[in-house]
Nanobody
Framework: VQLQASGGGLVQAGGSLRLSCAASGRTFSSYAMGWFRQAPGKEREFVAGISWNGGNTYYADSVKGRFTISRDNTKNTVYLQMNSLKPEDTAVYYC????????????????????WGQGTQVTVSS
């Protein structure tokens, strides 16, 4: 699986962005997907995850109520809608995939994901 993230940019605090992650291959619907982020000088952290069929989602406390993860298996794409952005959301955002057919639990640990996109920069100005 190859992943291509896009949609990052510069936005003012309180604004919105939508990230997209397009996947190659015909088995996208068998993979659970996650979004992670890494700010300068910090470790990569889990942001949001979604199960193989979109039936389950999970969010980090820091983004709950502001971010929404979704997927369109007909387009092999996962999205991250980010609203009410804060300067502390500034980071490089990565999408990731792990085999997860029929698995309902959303994985939050980065080392359990098998495939990673190249990252897209999100910068929120105050």
């Amino acid at each position: 699986v190859q992943l291509q993230a896009s949609g990052g940019g510069l936005v003012q605090a309180g604004g919105s962005l939508r990230l997209s992650c397009a996947a190659s291959g015909r088995t996208f619907s068998s993979y659970a997907m996650g979004w992670f982020r890494q700010a300068p000088g910090k470790e990569r952290e889990f942001v949001a995850g979604i199960s193989w069929n979109g039936g389950n989602t999970y969010y980090a406390d820091s983004v709950k109520g502001r971010f929404t993860i979704s997927r369109d298996n007909t387009k092999n794409t996962v999205y991250l809608q980010m609203n009410s952005l804060k300067p502390e959301d500034t980071a490089v955002y990565y999408c990731a995939a792990k085999w997860g057919l029929y698995i309902v639990v959303v994985t939050t640990t980065s080392h359990q994901y098998d495939y990673w996109g190249q990252g897209t920069q999100v910068t929120v100005s105050s």
